[in-house]
């Protein structure tokens, strides 16, 4: 803000919470009306999500899990796209301006741009009289040309996930009640499917390893079905998947094992924030170890085949299961 001129209540707002996080140079300590990267020779990649109270997360869902869901799942994007984070800005859409929610949230996300070297650039705070929403457009950068598409993945090709698929979908029906929140009797297993649909693992981690060994990926964010056959239409292909072979963490699978929970609800389940990928045969093993040293399972859960039909799920017999929906839709 200008020298002399009266602080209104935004920008007392952005001072107090936001200009501490905005350690970048090309922020301008927010006192500009735009931000600056520095080029450095690399493309840059840019993704935007926004997420909204009610749809997104719960009214009661604690502010620091709302501002680390906000950036990671736009962190989840971009290392999809085997680009490492730059900077993000932040649409912040209130009520009224609650210093309780407020300074957990700051704090949180000033923590996230930290750990994923990713630094708040800017941004905009409006009033709302509807829900709360959080918007993040998130930069990242790879070398040039070096983008991983949805659209490069090839008949004879592996289909690969990373982490667990499903874990978040049980999460948000334990907060919801009903039957899987009754049937999820453990803490610390009702406590891990909660974490996962609150606060996402972004696989940072795997973005050089998917940029240098992908043709084909997209991150896991309205279910691995649906995502699946999105990023199949776009190739001109099709895929098995072996329904058996999709990772399920030792919470999901009791569920599954009590007949709780069927997996074809899992594989249509949102807000898993995985890596979802193809690549030939020939780069599966090194895919595999440079993810194991990294730290991160990935499994292997299908073949992409000729076609334009969806994805097919397989049982353990290879007959054919009909899921019932694919994914999640906002529409």
């Known amino acids: ?29 927010l006192d500009d009306d735009a931000a600056a990267l ?54 912040l859409a209130l009520r009224h ?13 000033g923590e996230d741009a930290a750990q994923f070297a990713c630094p708040l650039l800017g941004g ?9 929403m959080v918007s993040v457009t998130a930069f990242g950068r790879v070398p040039p040309g070096r983008m991983v598409h949805r659209n490069g ?35 610390s297993a009702r406590d891990a499917l909660i974490s996962r649909y609150r606060v996402p693992q972004p696989r940072v981690a795997m973005a050089n390893i998917v940029r240098d060994h992908a043709s084909a990926s997209m991150d896991v964010s309205d279910g691995l079905a649906g995502d699946l056959a999105k990023l199949c239409g776009v190739s001109g292909v099709s895929a098995v998947i072996d329904l058996p072979s999709v990772p399920l963490s030792g919470a999901a699978r009791d569920l599954v094992s009590r007949g709780i929970v069927r997996r074809e609800m899992l594989v249509a389940g949102g807000d898993d924030y995985e890596i979802l990928c193809t690549l030939p045969e ?19 859960i299908g073949t992409v085949v000729a076609g334009s039909e969806v994805p097919r799920f397989v049982d353990a017999n290879g007959a054919e299961i009909a899921l019932q929906r694919l994914s999640y839709s906002h529409f």
């Open 153 to 187: 993945a090839k008949a004879g090709e592996r289909v690969m996930v990373t982490g667990t698929i499903g874990d978040a979908a049980l999460g948000l029906a334990i907060l919801r009640g009903g039957e899987v929140h009754a049937a999820a009797t453990d803490k």
């Open 1 to 29: 803000m200008a020298s002399g001129k009266p602080a209104s209540g935004e920008d007392s707002l952005i001072a107090r919470y936001f200009r501490p996080l905005a350690t970048d140079p090309g922020a301008f300590g």
């Open 38 to 91: 520095k080029p450095d020779g690399s493309d840059i990649v840019v993704t935007t999500d926004a997420i909204v109270e009610g749809v997104h997360f719960l009214p009661d869902d604690p502010p620091d899990t709302v501002a680390r869901k906000a950036l990671r799942v736009n962190l989840s994007d971009l290392a999809a796209k085997g680009a490492i984070p730059a900077g993000f800005v932040l649409t």
């Open 124 to 132: 905009d705070t409006v009033s709302t009289p509807g829900p709360l």
């Open 97 to 109: 301006a609650d210093e309780a929610w407020l300074k957990p949230f700051a704090a949180a996300l």
């Open 282 to 300: 020939h780069r599966v093993e090194t895919f595999v170890q440079s993810a194991r040293d990294a730290r991160i399972a990935v499994s292997s």
